[in-house]
């Protein structure tokens, strides 16, 4: 037996919570579980908290068991996982900012989400805090003859989201970047928290718009667990149509803003047109171009149109038929893989230790896909590979995500050929009569797994929601690749990681 | 490389002229916006654009703006790197408690004449975000805003005709914000 299931029995289980188990566990067994993190058994997949608990979900790496570990906070502290398992610093920092729970020990505790703007504090936590006191954020220091430091952001100079950079350089080489994030802090969690499950699926659908199928559907699926709704096959397989054809949007999109960024302009304005026609496709069979909305807790929103197979069949031919000069004209652009090719290496070791999701971890040697591992409907059913590379550059990560149209390609094709029958939706159910219950999915969306974590009140609506974006993970490993690389470069490793700050501020 | 130029050249443009529906209206902006811009702002409008808490879904449509089909740059408009080379500031997002004095400082630091153009549902005074602790509730809660453009998010074509519309009411009353002083 594992000593994930080990753990579990030795806690306090919560009956109401599904498909994995949740356990309340002791210090000891709550400490022994960052020791496990440390050492590489399991994988951290996320960690939050609420009044008076903590929790973190993680995955067994030998059994692919997965589990909820719980810990009541004794006088508001916990002992901190970040300690041990760096991975857990960040979301530390935001439990400690948001519900106000203090990680004992935590490294850095300098706040995250909350930069004193709010006219409280601790939002998920007891009310009644008055707001923290404006004060300079203190970046680490990086000291040394003949550096200098280059502030960018929150502002960016390109159309993407804000985030602040702060280089400290060497001539042209970087020798430290610092992320500072949290500027599209929304409070999400607090809007979600007492509202009907139907307006959460909205708010979960835009936790991170280029995601919004992925999180929509990890939020469906918690909520479906936790109410133990059956969700109709034909609804199963057209979420995992609009999953891949999200996955193939942004992957084109990718493709091109990467070799933009090398200053190679047509193979952007190529993909930008792939893009374009998977979006006009999804708004032809769907009715929204990103397909926000389209999947709803029971099942999907649209059916698929009398021509919507034929639509989407006429787009992958017409890919196949494209793409493959475009991966051509890529791998055979010196000029272009001179800027690729050796940059931004993420060693497979880091990858590991952070549980790097998506085409970051895929691309450094770690071969983890949610629809594998734990693994959902209908993708047992599907024939796919999930690529791997080891070499961890800025061209390893265009790569998987070359490797994961072809694959998505081809999985629409199987889908539209295999579509099953039937309701598109389950039923509406009353509230269940248990009581509360609770519910956990892992999606893997097209930036990596995408955690939800729902508990649903007696009345029905939502009590608590945490919808854990990739990103998490991925942010603090751009750090680690830039190094050593040189200014100029940084677009191109930012873009191949092309982490949400959105799905991460949330 | 030779081969897909030739086929471009052979091609010729993708951008689009087909008659569907959809590009009618475009080619149909396409003067409008051409004649409007030429008028008032001798053929060419810089625009930055600015996510003040936005999900990211608003700036995956003004991206693709950008893209072959819609080709923004054949009406005279451009996106800057920087606000101090813009005219307009298009802005997306509730606005963030976070990001408020990042946008108050953009909008300071834009030249006068200047515009500003909210994009989306949530710019507008929060959308689905409104109520949070986090969020101001909408551009116009922090910088005057001259035009909304609706939409969770907006399509390429709802944009273009937005700054059709932007380049309308220039026309009839001239700058509202930022006169010099």
Not at chain 2, 14 to 30: G, H, K, N, Q, Y
């Amino acid at each position: 037996m594992g000593a994930l299931n080990e753990a579990i029995r030795a806690g306090r289980r919560v009956s109401e919570h599904r498909p994995w188990p949740r356990a309340v566990v002791s210090r000891e067994s709550w400490e022994q579980a960052a020791h496990r993190l440390h050492a590489g058994e399991w994988a951290l997949v996320g960690l939050w908290g609420e009044r008076d608990f903590a929790h973190m979900a993680v995955i067994e790496r030998e059994s692919g068991d997965c589990a909820v570990l719980s810990y009541a906070c004794e006088g508001n502290r916990f002992p901190a996982v970040g300690r041990m398992h760096p991975p857990a610093i960040r979301l530390e920092r935001a439990v400690r900012d948001l519900v106000g729970l203090e990680p004992e020990g935590l490294p850095d505790t300098r706040a995250w989400l909350d930069h004193s703007k709010w006219n409280l504090r601790h939002p998920l936590g007891q009310a009644g805090h008055a707001p923290a006191a404006p004060s300079v954020y203190p970046f680490l220091p990086a000291e040394g003859e003949s550096l200098h430091q280059i502030p960018v952001g929150p502002v960016h100079a390109g159309i993407i989201e804000p985030g602040h950079f702060r280089f400290t350089a060497n001539g042209e080489t970087v020798v430290r970047l610092e992320e500072r994030l949290g500027y599209v802090h929304k409070g999400i969690e607090s809007l979600m928290a007492g509202a009907s499950i139907q307006r959460a699926a909205v708010l979960a659908g835009r936790v991170s718009g280029d995601s919004t199928v992925a999180c929509a559907l990890a939020f469906a699926r918690a909520v479906e667990a936790a109410l133990g709704v059956a969700v109709p096959p034909r609804a199963v397989w057209l979420r995992a149509l609009l999953a891949e054809l999200e996955r193939l949007a942004n992957h084109f999109g990718d493709i091109g803003a990467i070799c933009n960024d090398a200053a190679f302009a047509m193979m952007h304005a190529q993909c930008g047109l792939l893009r374009e026609q998977v979006l006009r496709a999804a708004e032809a069979c769907f009715g929204h171009r990103l397909m926000m909305d389209c999947v709803v807790p029971g099942g999907v929103a649209h059916d698929l149109p009398g021509d919507g197979e034929r639509l989407l069949l006429v787009l992958t031919a017409g890919v196949r038929r494209r793409f493959p000069e475009l991966v051509e004209l890529y791998d055979n652009t010196a000029s272009l893989q001179d800027r690729t090719v050796g940059t931004g290496i993420l060693s497979p070791q880091l990858a590991e230790q952070f549980a790097a999701g998506g085409y970051i971890g895929r691309a450094s040697g770690r071969k983890f896909d949610a629809r594998r591992t734990p693994g959902y409907a209908p993708y047992d059913d599907l024939q796919f590979e999930v690529p791997v590379l080891e070499e961890g550059d800025v061209n390893a990560r265009v790569w998987i995500r070359i490797r994961e149209v072809e694959q998505s390609l081809s999985l629409i094709d199987e889908i539209l050929r295999r579509l099953p029958a039937g309701p598109i939706c389950a039923p509406a159910s009353s509230p269940p009569a248990a009581g509360v219950s609770e519910g956990v999915a892992l999606v893997e969306g097209f930036r990596g797994d995408v955690l939800a974590w729902v508990r649903i009140a007696r009345d029905g609506n939502v009590e608590r929601c945490h919808v854990r974006d990739p990103s998490w993970f991925q942010w603090p490993l751009l750090e680690a690749v830039i190094d050593g690389n040189i200014v100029a470069d940084f677009p191109l490793c930012n873009k191949s990681f092309n982490c949400s700050y959105a799905g991460h501020d949330l | 490389m030779r081969r897909l130029l030739l086929k471009s050249l052979v091609h010729g443009p993708l951008t689009e002229a087909a008659p569907t529906r959809d590009d009618a209206s475009v080619a149909e902006l396409a003067a409008r916006v051409d004649q409007a811009a030429r008028r008032r702002l001798g053929r060419t409008l810089a625009i930055r654009e600015v996510d003040a808490g936005s999900c990211n879904g608003c700036e995956l449509e003004i991206h693709a703006l950008n893209n072959v089909l819609y080709d923004l740059e054949r009406f005279g408009l451009r996106f800057v790197a920087s606000p101090r080379h813009a005219d307009v500031l298009l802005v997306t997002g509730p606005v963030t408690a976070n990001m408020r004095e990042a946008l108050e400082r953009t909008y300071q630091a834009t030249p006068d004449p200047k515009w500003v153009v909210a994009v989306g549902d949530c710019a507008r005074n929060g959308g689905v975000f409104s109520g949070s602790y986090a969020c101001i509730g909408g551009v116009s809660a922090v910088v005057p805003v001259d035009l909304h453009i609706p939409g969770c998010p907006p399509s390429p074509i709802v944009l273009l005709k937005g700054l059709l519309a932007l380049l309308e009411t220039v026309s009839a009353a001239g700058p509202r914000n930022g006169r010099p002083t």
